[in-house]
């Protein structure tokens, strides 16, 4: 079965455990579950923030001018920086093993951030802690 087809996909992922089951699966709905070979970038520095990634399976690294800043895994956000706050990217993310992602558009992201609050919590969280500023504005409509 695949991860888009659990009853409750969202329930041990870290950060979107607690989202009740009908908001597990409009996050579901509003993504694509999409497979990144080994190797594979997916997002490169200073481009504009086209889209947003969660990811189910695997590991990836984030470089920023050169240095790699951090490991992410299973539950892991990436590209919601560029989205939730207006800027073009700040790292390359690149797959470390095969990965299993949930990939949002733009708009579908922004659409999950606005309507469904434990989202939109689990959002401000992660650019919190990636930023190290708690008073990250909202995005602008």
């Known amino acids: 079965m695949g991860f888009l087809n659990r009853p409750k996909p969202l329930t041990d992922v870290p950060r979107f455990g607690?989202?009740?089951e009908r908001e597990m699966r409009a996050v579901c709905d509003a993504g694509n579950e999409v497979n990144v070979p080994e190797h594979w970038s997916m997002i490169w520095e200073s481009t504009a923030p086209d889209k947003a990634y969660l990811v189910i399976e695997g590991r990836l690294e984030v470089v920023h001018q050169g240095e790699r800043i951090a490991e992410l895994g299973r539950g892991d956000?990436?590209?919601e920086i560029g989205i939730r706050n207006h800027r073009l990217?700040?790292?390359t993310v690149t797959a470390l093993t095969p990965l299993v992602m949930l990939n949002f558009t733009r708009r579908a992201?922004?659409?999950l951030y606005d309507t469904i609050p434990a989202f939109r919590d689990a959002v401000d969280t992660?650019?919190?802690e990636r930023t190290g500023r708690s008073d990250v504005p909202p995005p602008a409509e």
């Open 18 to 20: 607690n989202l009740s």
């Open 77 to 79: 956000l990436v590209g």
């Open 89 to 91: 990217r700040s790292g």
């Open 109 to 111: 992201f922004q659409d």
């Open 126 to 128: 992660t650019v919190a």
